[in-house]
């Protein structure tokens, strides 16, 4: 039993050369295959799949640089403790 899936499969253009439309079958399966959009489906889950994973990453890390921020504030010498100074 073949378990390949529709992402696994190289999608090809579809296009309607050799294609008779006098002939009422192949217009009717063109068509059908037309109006099949099970692979535009996957191509466009991944891609919105890839874009919530991206604004998860930037919200984490605009949440550690908020951290850092209120964490260098909050010490008792802010910057000069951390990268030194060179007044004393």
Known sequence: MDDSSA??????PLTALGVDFQDAA????FLEMLLDDATLQ????A??????????VVI???AVQNLVARWVGR???GL????????R
Not at 7 to 12: E, F, K, L, R
Not at 42 to 45: E, L
Request: charge should be positive; glycine fraction near 6%; charged fraction near 15%.
């Open 7 to 12: 992402s696994d499969a190289t999608p090809t």
């Open 26 to 29: 192949q217009a009717s399966e």
């Open 42 to 45: 996957v191509t466009a889950n």
């Open 47 to 56: 891609y919105a799949r890839y874009f919530w994973y991206g604004v998860v």
């Open 60 to 62: 984490f890390l605009f």
């Open 75 to 77: 010490s008792r010498y």
């Open 80 to 87: 000069r403790h951390v990268f030194g100074s060179s007044r």
